[in-house]
């Protein structure tokens, strides 16, 4: 073999080739677990950082007024009405109070339970009274209409019912009467002596003896049914909960309730049935024998 053979020169002189080291791979996967590890427990603290802030939100509390006792419908709040309860923010309404000054004098438009929030809208605007101007809504007035247990609906009809009016009056002043709905959808706001409120309890259907029915309308309507009143008789059709439609009603003539009396064929004069003639009686005596004979 040639040694100066350049193939033989270079095979010779190839140093040979290294083995990798356990130890650098050990390395290796050490530092990549020592850095995933080092992000999984920031990821971990930032969450739980995360979760401690939000149970520190929920946690605050905050001061507002609650009853101290019950505080009925259309009643004066006193000092002694009320007092001041630590309660969580996340568990507060909107529109509480924390100044006593903004509801001492004010009157409650709905009974109040003992230990509950004191709500805006559980009070009467600033300055009225209690009452029934208390409970009439902006724009309404109330009207009160006699009635009887015929007329009004036998005595079931109750405060925050909804009604419908009728007036039968003679409209052509031939006496054919005429009937029409001239309110629909009437709010009761009272009945005899005892008003709205909006935590009034729904009471057995049981008639009540009342002779007066007090109504929320605005003015052009209340003016209706005094004229209404004046010109005839007034019927309150009773609406079912919930029931806030209004018909296009016409009204009813006689004409359309008879009609059959006037459809059917009757005579001027009814026929006249021929009487038979009176006979007179004629007694015939023969000894004794008597016998009644009639021409």
């Known amino acids: 073999m040639d040694i100066n053979d350049e193939s033989y020169s270079s095979d010779y ?7 990798k080291s356990p130890f650098s791979s050990l390395i290796v996967m050490t530092g990549l677990s020592l850095v995933l590890g080092f992000v999984a427990a920031f990821g971990i603290w930032e969450y739980l950082s995360k979760q401690q802030e939000k149970v520190k939100k929920l946690a605050v509390t905050k001061k507002i007024i609650v009853t101290a006792r019950e505080i009925m419908s259309g009643v004066k709040i006193t000092p002694e009405d009320i007092t001041f309860k630590e309660i969580l923010s996340s568990s507060i309404p909107s529109h509480t109070f924390k100044n006593p000054n903004k509801i001492i004098g004010r009157i409650t438009k709905t009974t109040i339970a003992a230990d ?4 805006e809208s559980s009070l009467n605007d600033p300055g009225s009274r ?3 101007a208390a409970v009439i809504p902006k724009g309404n007035r109330a009207i009160t209409v006699r009635v009887n247990d015929v007329t009004g609906v036998g005595g079931f009809i109750n405060p925050g019912d909804k009604v419908d009016i009728l007036s039968v009056i003679d409209a052509k002043e031939k006496g054919e009467l005429l009937s029409r709905s001239i309110l629909q959808n009437v709010f009761v706001i009272a009945v005899g002596e005892k008003i709205y409120t909006d935590d009034a309890l729904p009471e057995a259907a049981a008639p009540k003896g009342v ?3 007090t109504l929320s309308l605005n003015l ?3 003016e209706k049914l005094t004229l209404a009143s004046q010109k005839g008789d007034l019927r309150f059709v009773l609406r079912s909960f919930g029931d ?3 018909v296009d009603d016409p009204g ?9 009396l006037a459809s059917a064929d009757i005579p001027d004069q009814l026929p006249v049935t021929p009487q038979k003639p009176i006979r007179k009686p004629v007694d015939l005596i023969f ?3 008597r016998n009644t004979l009639y021409f």
């Open 211 to 213: 002779n007066q029915i």
């Open 116 to 119: 509950s929030i004191v709500l």
């Open 220 to 222: 052009f309507d209340a």
């Open 252 to 260: 009813v003539e006689s004409a359309e309730v008879y009609e059959y």
């Open 244 to 246: 806030n439609e209004y």
């Open 130 to 132: 209690g009452g029934l």
């Open 13 to 19: 002189m190839q140093s040979p080739k290294k083995k």
């Open 287 to 289: 000894g004794n024998n």
